[in-house]
C-alpha cells in the first residue's frame, strides 16, 4: 500500500499539516483499471465539500471546521486500508511525501516532469536556484539540467508558473470519460464583460460532453469549474457547475452570479452549499430510501425549482408514487430546517 515506512511517516505529517478548515485539499487516487469510480463518501463527508476534478480520479475537498478536518483525514486512511489496489497518492497535485518547496515538488507540479526526471535534476540544483533560473525565465541553462531534456520541457516549466502567477481565468468543463466524450471545452473568461453571457455560451458548449435528455441512460456533461491558465485544478473557493443530464436556466444563472461574487467582487466563499451550484441537490446530499434514479430524473425533468419540493407539487408528476413525493418532501423540508439553524446559529 504504501511505498516506504518513510514516505507513509511524512504523507501523515503533511495530511495532519495541509487539512485545514477553509484551505482546499486535492486528493488523487490511483487504480490499475481502465477508469477510476470514487466511492460515494468522498463527494458526501459531512461538513466539507467534496467535488471531481478532471477525469474523477482526482477529489477536491474543503472541510469547513475542525470537524470536518478530522472526517478528512478518516476517509483517507480508511480508503487506503480497504482498497488493495486504489491507494491516496497525492496531496495538492504532488507525489506522496515530496516537499512542496524542494526541486522535486517544483518540477513535478509541471505536466510532462515525471518522478524520475525531478529527481535528476534535483542532484544538480537546489530549490533557490531553479526559483531564480524560472523566475528569470532563463530556459536555456533550465533546458541543460539533466532530467529536463531540452527547451521544450523547460519552455513548459517557466510557462507553468507565469499561469500561475497570471490572472487569466477559465470555465473548464470535462466528462470523466473524455475518450468517448471528446475533449473538454473551455471558455477563456473576460472579468470586464458580462459573466452571463460568456458562461450561457460555456454551457451550451459543454451540452455536447452528455446526453440531453434527463432520463436517458448516457453520462451527464462535464462538470465545470473554474481553472487558472495551466487548467490543471479548480481555482481555490470557487463554484462547480453540475447537473445529471442538461444545464438549466436558473443553474446557469445563479452559477453566473457566484462567479461574479468571487472572482469580481472578491467573496469568499467555503462549504458545500456555496461551491456546489447544482440543481436538485436534495437528491445529491441526502439519501432518501425507495428514491431511485429514475424517480431524481422525473423530478428534475419536471422543472420544479429545489424550494417546490412539496408534496402536491411532487406527487402531480407523472410516474412518481405517493410514498416517493412524501419522502421527498420531507427530505426538502428537513433540509430547509436545517440551513436555517445553521444561519440563527
Known amino acids: 500500500m504504501f511505498e516506504s515506512d518513510f514516505e507513509d511517516n511524512t504523507f501523515r505529517r503533511r495530511l495532519m499539516k495541509e487539512v485545514a478548515p477553509g484551505i482546499p485539499v486535492h486528493l488523487s487516487f490511483y487504480s490499475p483499471s481502465v477508469k477510476v469510480q470514487v466511492m460515494y463518501p468522498a463527494e458526501h463527508l459531512p461538513g466539507a465539500n467534496g467535488r ?76 533557490e536556484e531553479l526559483r531564480a533560473l524560472i523566475d528569470g525565465a532563463d530556459v536555456k541553462t533550465l533546458a541543460r539540467l539533466p532530467g529536463i531534456g531540452g527547451e521544450k ?12 502567477q497570471s490572472g487569466r481565468v477559465f470555465l473548464h468543463a470535462a466528462n470523466r470519460n473524455d475518450r468517448f466524450r471528446g475533449a473538454p471545452v473551455q471558455t477563456e473568461l473576460d472579468l470586464d464583460d458580462g459573466l452571463e453571457e460568456q458562461v450561457w455560451d460555456h454551457a451550451s458548449r459543454a451540452r455536447r460532453l452528455g446526453d440531453p435528455d434527463p432520463l436517458g441512460s448516457n453520462e451527464p456533461p462535464g462538470h465545470t469549474t473554474v481553472r487558472n491558465a495551466n487548467l490543471l485544478h479548480p481555482l481555490p473557493m470557487t463554484p462547480a457547475l453540475m447537473g445529471r443530464g442538461i444545464y438549466y436556466p436558473e443553474q446557469v444563472e445563479l ?39 429514475k424517480t431524481r430524473a422525473r423530478v428534475l425533468a419536471s422543472g420544479l425549482l429545489d424550494d417546490e419540493y412539496s408534496y402536491e407539487n411532487l406527487v402531480g408528476i407523472p410516474g412518481i408514487r405517493e410514498a416517493q413525493a412524501r419522502t421527498i418532501a420531507e427530505a426538502s423540508r428537513d433540509a430547509g430546517a436545517a440551513r436555517m439553524e445553521v444561519r440563527v446559529s
Open 52 to 127: 471531481y476534478v478532471g477525469n474523477g480520479v482526482t477529489i477536491e475537498f474543503v472541510p469547513e471546521d475542525a470537524a470536518a478536518v478530522e472526517r478528512v483525514r478518516e476517509y483517507v486512511w480508511r480508503w487506503e486500508e480497504h482498497n488493495e489496489f486504489t491507494a491516496v497518492r497525492k496531496i495538492n497535485h504532488l507525489r506522496r511525501g515530496v516537499c512542496p518547496e524542494s526541486v522535486e515538488g517544483l518540477l513535478e507540479r509541471v505536466r510532462g516532469l515525471d518522478r524520475r526526471a525531478a529527481a535528476k535534476a534535483a542532484e544538480a540544483i537546489d530549490a
Open 153 to 164: 520541457r523547460a519552455h513548459a516549466v517557466v510557462s507553468f508558473y507565469e499561469n500561475e
Open 255 to 293: 452559477f453566473a452570479e457566484t462567479l461574479k461574487r468571487v472572482l469580481v467582487d472578491g467573496e469568499r466563499l467555503a462549504g458545500v452549499g456555496d461551491l456546489r451550484i447544482q440543481r436538485g441537490k436534495i437528491f445529491h446530499t441526502t439519501r432518501m430510501p425507495g428514491i431511485g434514479m
